[in-house]
C-alpha cells in the first residue's frame, strides 16, 4: 500500500508534466530559451550559488581589495564549466566559470594555471613559480568533479588518487592539489583557496596554511559570478556546512559497521574539520539566551523557544539560526544532539529580530531501537546559534532547558 502511493504520486507528477504524450502536445517541449532563460531565473541561479557557498576559513584576507595589481588564479576547477553543473542537470548557454567572474569583477592583471588536473600534475614547481611570481595574491580553485563522485556511467573506470568507478575510496583532497598550493605558500604569497565539490573532502594542510577557505560545491551556471561576489565582499557569505568535514580517513567508521556511532554530527564524538552547520561571515551576530514557553510540560506538547539576534558588526548580512535538540536523560544509543529548526533572517548592523521556533511532539520524540517513535518524560535541552555549539562556555550562553513530566507517548511505530 505505501509503495502504491507513492507510485500514485511520481505518475501523478509525470502525466502532469507531460511525459507520456507526444512531444507536440506537451507544453513543457516546446518552452523557448526566452523563458528558460528569463531574467528571473538568472537571478534566482546567482542567488542560489549566494546563499549555498561556505566560507570556512578567513584570517583577514577577505574581502579583497580592489586595488590588487596581479592575480594568479591557479587549479583544475579554476575553468571548468562542465563541474558546475553536477549530475541530473541541464544545459544553460552561458556558465561562468571562476575564472571568468574574477576576470569581470576585477580590472587586476590575471595570470591563470591550470597546474594540475585532479590527481595528475600538469607543471613542475619551477613553472608554478614562475605564473605566480609578482602576484599579490593566489586563488586556488580544486576540489573533485562529478566524474570522479558521479554515477558509474558517467564516472570513468579508472582507479586514481582516492577514487574508483564514481566512488570515494577516500575522502583527502587529492595531493596533487595540495603541492601545487604548498609551492605558492613557500613564496609567501597570500593563498585563497576554493573547494569545487558535492560532498565532504578533508584538506587539513589547507585548513592550517591557506588564508581563506570558501566551499563552492557544483554551483550552477553562476556559480564563478557567486565566488567573486563573496571574495571581493559584494555578497556576504551565509552558507551552512549540510555534512560534517571530517579531517580524515581516520575519522570514518568502517564501512561494513552499519550501526550509527561515529556517523553525523549526531553521533561523532571526535572533533572534525569544520562541523556540520558551520559558516563564517564578514559580520558578527550576537544571540540572547533562549527563553522557552515554559519551564515544564508533559508529553505530547509542543513548546516554543524565542530568542533575540543581532547584527553586531559593520556591514549587513543573513544569519542562518539554527535550534538544536538534545536528551540528557534519555537512555542510548542517542544523538548527541539533532538540528529540529533553521530560519535564514536578514540583519542590518545594529538591526535585531526575534527568531520564534514552534517545536512539535515530533521534534521532541527519539527514535528507540526497535524503530518505535516516542515522546518520553525528563530534560531536553535546546541549543540556538549560528552553528553548533564550539564550546562548553558557548553551549551554556545559549542553551534552554524544560522538563518533560509525563507517560511516555508512542507518535509512530
Not at 82 to 104: D, H
Not at 149 to 178: H, N, S, W, Y
Amino acid at each position: 500500500a505505501v509503495i502504491d502511493e507513492s507510485l500514485a504520486r511520481l505518475l501523478t507528477i509525470r502525466f502532469r508534466l507531460g511525459a507520456f504524450d507526444p512531444q507536440e502536445r506537451d507544453p513543457y517541449a516546446t518552452l523557448p530559451y526566452s523563458v528558460l532563460e528569463a531574467d528571473s531565473h538568472k537571478a534566482h541561479a546567482l542567488k542560489m550559488a549566494h546563499e549555498s557557498m561556505v566560507l570556512l576559513k578567513n584570517n583577514g584576507l577577505l574581502p579583497l581589495r580592489h586595488n590588487l595589481r596581479r592575480i594568479a588564479v591557479l587549479g583544475p576547477n579554476a575553468d571548468s564549466p562542465e563541474v558546475q553543473l553536477g549530475n541530473y542537470n541541464g544545459f544553460p548557454s552561458e556558465i561562468v566559470t571562476p575564472l571568468k567572474g574574477i576576470r569581470a569583477k576585477t580590472g587586476a592583471e590575471i595570470v591563470y594555471l591550470r597546474a594540475s588536473d585532479y590527481t595528475t600534475p600538469e607543471a613542475g614547481a619551477d613553472e608554478i613559480r614562475k605564473a605566480v611570481e609578482g602576484a599579490d595574491l593566489v586563488i586556488y580553485v580544486g576540489g573533485i568533479s562529478p566524474r570522479l563522485e558521479g554515477e558509474e556511467g558517467d564516472a570513468g573506470r579508472e582507479k586514481l588518487d582516492g577514487f574508483l568507478g564514481g566512488d570515494r575510496t577516500g575522502i583527502m583532497l587529492p595531493k596533487v592539489q595540495t603541492q601545487v598550493m604548498q609551492v605558492v605558500k613557500q613564496i609567501g604569497i597570500p593563498l585563497v583557496f576554493v573547494s569545487m565539490s558535492g560532498s565532504a573532502v578533508a584538506f587539513p594542510w589547507e585548513a592550517e596554511n591557506a588564508d581563506a577557505i570558501l566551499q563552492a560545491w557544483y554551483g550552477g551556471q553562476a556559480a564563478g559570478t557567486a565566488v567573486a561576489d563573496i571574495l571581493w565582499g559584494d555578497c556576504n557569505p551565509s552558507g551552512r556546512l549540510p555534512v560534517t568535514f571530517y579531517a580524515d580517513d581516520e575519522q570514518l567508521p568502517d564501512f561494513n559497521d552499519y550501526s550509527m556511532k561515529g556517523r553525523t554530527y549526531r553521533y561523532f564524538e571526535g572533533r572534525p574539520l569544520y562541523p556540520f552547520g558551520y559558516g563564517l561571515s564578514y559580520t558578527t551576530f550576537r544571540y540572547d539566551t533562549p527563553v522557552c514557553s515554559a519551564k515544564t510540560t508533559v508529553t505530547g506538547e509542543s513548546v516554543k523557544v524565542v530568542t533575540r539576534v543581532r547584527n553586531t558588526g559593520s556591514v549587513a548580512g543573513d544569519e542562518v539560526v539554527q535550534l538544536y535538540v538534545s536528551h540528557p536523560d534519555a537512555p542510548e544509543p542517542k544523538p548527541i544532539r539533532a538540528l529540529k529548526g533553521v530560519k535564514r533572517i536578514h540583519l542590518q548592523p545594529g538591526e535585531e529580530q526575534i527568531v520564534e521556533f514552534t517545536l512539535t511532539p515530533r521534534n521532541l520524540a527519539l527514535v528507540d531501537v526497535d524503530g518505535t517513535t516516542a515522546c518520553c518524560p525528563g530534560r531536553i535541552s535546546f541549543y540556538i546559534g549560528g552553528s553548533q555549539p564550539v564550546s562548553e562556555a558557548d553551549r551554556r550562553q545559549h542553551s534552554a532547558e524544560i522538563r518533560v513530566k509525563g507517560p511516555r507517548r508512542v507518535l509512530a511505530r
